[in-house]
């Protein structure tokens, strides 16, 4: 990331700050849903359940990867950024939903809103280290817009399960969201 940091090292923290603010709210967020779906005990549900807790896994390792690089650079990861803040405004509806829902379709509906943010900042993150032509970065920020795209497709189709099931009135399993 050295030569992302050689344009406006505070900026960058100022944006990390921003992936990483949503990255601690993406954690809870499925942690706060794998409950719920435990606490339903549904069988489809739960066929879901090691997908669902295989992506809070990653979102968390972004969470950690993001605090050494803001460390790394000097920043303080106690501190919040602007556009820390900003994004913790954005995304209080979201949570509102998650942690005062218990509608399947409301969870995964919050959930693929959260998804669709998270990649599209990862996305700027890849298209700055792409002009700057940090290599390190890119291959880095690449990786987890990736990992962030896999859990996009996943929670589009467990919404496009639900979806058929409660429009069309059949059981559709969700394996096929595996």
Not at 9 to 36: G, P
Not at 125 to 144: C, G, I, K, V
């Amino acid at each position: 990331m050295r030569k992302l940091a050689q344009y406006d090292i505070n900026k960058l923290i100022d944006y990390l700050d921003e992936r990483l603010t949503f990255e601690r709210a993406s954690v809870e967020l499925y942690d706060v849903i794998i409950h719920k779906m435990k606490r339903v005990a549904d069988p489809q549900l739960s066929m879901i359940l090691p997908e669902m807790q295989r992506y809070r896994d990653e979102e968390r390792e972004h969470k950690e990867w993001l605090e050494d690089q803001i460390k790394e650079l000097g920043g303080d990861i106690t501190q919040k950024t602007e556009r820390a803040r900003l994004i913790e405004r954005e995304s209080k509806g979201i949570e509102e939903v998650v942690k005062g829902d218990a509608q399947t379709s409301h969870l995964f509906h919050a959930l693929l809103t959260a998804e669709l943010v998270d990649t599209s900042g990862w996305q700027l993150l890849l298209e700055l280290a792409d002009e700057a032509e940090d290599e390190e970065a890119r291959s880095a920020f690449r990786y987890r817009l990736h990992q962030e795209e896999n859990h996009l497709i996943f929670i589009r189709r467990v919404l496009t399960i639900i979806a058929r099931t409660q429009v069309l009135g059949k059981q559709h399993s969700m394996a096929a969201a595996l």
